[in-house]
Each structure stands twice: as C-alpha cells, then as structure tokens.
C-alpha cells in the first residue's frame, strides 16, 4: 500500500468539484464554462447601458443581476444539488493507492456493504492536482475527488510521485 485516506462525503468537497468544473470547462453536473458567458454578457449590457446615459439604477440593477447568477451558480447551486442526493452525507469514501491503482470503498452510516471499485492508474483519462485535492478522472465530467487533508497513511507527495511515474503526461499540476 502506497497511502490510504478516508475522508467524509460533505458539502464542501463536492462544492470544491463543482467550482473546479465550472472554471476549468468540464462537462457533468457543473455544466463546463458556457454557464459563465451568460452573466458576462449581462455584465457587459449593464455597462453599455450606463455609457449610453441610461439611468445608473438600469445598468447597476443589470450588473448586480449578474454578479448575483455567478454567486448562485458558484456557491448555492453545488449545496442544492448535494442536499438532494439524499444520504449521501452519511457516506464515507476510503481509497488504497497502490503503485498501479487505487480502490475506493464507499462506506455507509446506516450499514450494508460497501460500495467497491478499483482501477488502474492507465485506466484513468487524467489526474489533476490542485493545492488542496487530486481529481483522478475515469470519464471527461466524472472523476475521484481527493482531499489532501484526509491522507491517514502515506503523503500527498506520495501519491503525486507516484501518479507523474505512472501517468506521464495525463497528471498536471494547477495551483
């Protein structure tokens, strides 16, 4: 075994997979960057309309109705979408990473078995890693979200290490 984390499903880490999605164009349920060009260019009519000499309430209301989709889409929407997985919350996730895979077990608070997997590193279609997780992705919208904090055997840099050995260029890094 190379490391082990156990890490709870909640709210914020799939907020954090939803922001991710959004701002780096992937598909699945945050929708990829075509969600974003509608309150820029609501944005940009509000600030035409205030250099034509509109009345300023008219191009800060449109401005405003801009700014208050990006904080809905950013920060409301991944909470509604979470909530209503129903039990999802009372989950836990546990991946092994071994030097050619990893297995994750998902774990239930209300009992019954869990719910395995396991994959080969060469079976992922890439590997991201950002400041505070790795995206281990198995499809272009759908990937294994990984919480650096959580790791209860072995390191971050461990598994970095190991993941630029066996994915070569399908492993970047984005701080």
Not at 62 to 77: K, N, Q, T
Not at 126 to 149: G, H, I, M, N, P
Request: charged fraction near 20%; glycine fraction near 12%; include cysteine.
């Amino acid at each position: 075994m190379l490391c082990r984390v156990e890490m709870p499903t909640n709210e914020q880490t799939f907020g954090r997979f939803y922001r991710y999605q959004m701002l780096h164009g992937q598909g699945g349920e945050g929708g990829g960057r075509g969600n974003l060009y509608m309150p820029l260019l609501l944005a940009l009519v509000g600030v035409f309309s205030l250099v034509m000499g509109l009345p300023v309430w008219v191009g800060g209301g449109i401005i405003v109705l801009a700014l208050a989709f990006v904080v809905y889409m950013f920060y409301v929407r991944p909470g509604t979408i979470f909530r209503k997985k129903g039990g999802i919350a009372l989950q836990t996730e546990v991946y092994i990473f071994t030097e050619t895979g990893l297995t994750r077990s998902l774990r239930s608070e209300e009992g019954g078995l869990p719910d395995n997997s396991s994959m080969r590193y060469d079976g992922l279609t890439r590997a991201v890693e950002t400041s505070r997780d790795f995206y281990l992705y198995t499809s272009r919208s759908q990937a294994y979200l990984v919480d650096k904090e959580y790791f209860t055997n072995g390191t971050p840099d461990d598994l970095r290490d190991c993941l630029k050995k066996t994915m070569g260029d399908k492993f970047k890094q984005k701080k």
